[in-house]
């Protein structure tokens, strides 16, 4: 807190609730690029078409795999979170709330309209 007598600063206790999370991007992603892999594999894994030839094979299985392996993704990321919010915690944070009054405000804008013109 500054000696102004225009400041005025009150500060509140609170009780805050932590958890950790995971990030469902990178679950999502972890997952469509193991069955990247995983249509690799299987195209290869079976003797050739002779109506379509491999690089349409992984095509059509990685449409289909990319799109499980995001959901799949997805569904550990949230199984992660659930078993996460068991173990959240509950802190006691301090808030901090700083009042300011007109008057001293404009002497900050005053202030701020003094070095825009200097710089111009």
């Known amino acids: 807190m500054s ?3 225009e400041e005025q600063a009150t500060v509140t206790e ?5 958890k950790r999370s995971p990030r469902y ?3 999502m992603l972890a997952g ?3 069955f990247v892999v995983v249509a690799l594999i299987l195209t290869f894994a079976f003797p050739p078409n002779p109506t379509y030839d491999r ?3 992984f095509g059509f299985l990685l449409l289909f795999c990319v799109v499980v392996g995001v959901a799949l993704g997805a569904f550990v990321a949230l199984l992660i979170d659930r078993s996460s919010t068991r173990r959240a915690r509950t802190v006691l944070a301090d808030r ?3 009042h300011v009054t007109h008057s001293e405000s404009a002497a900050v804008d005053e202030a701020s309209d003094t070095h825009k013109s200097i710089e111009n």
């Open 14 to 18: 609170s009780s805050v609730r932590v």
């Open 96 to 98: 901090l709330d700083v």
């Open 55 to 57: 690089g349409t094979v």
């Open 3 to 5: 000696d102004n007598p």
């Open 25 to 27: 991007f990178r679950f």
């Open 32 to 34: 469509a690029l193991v």
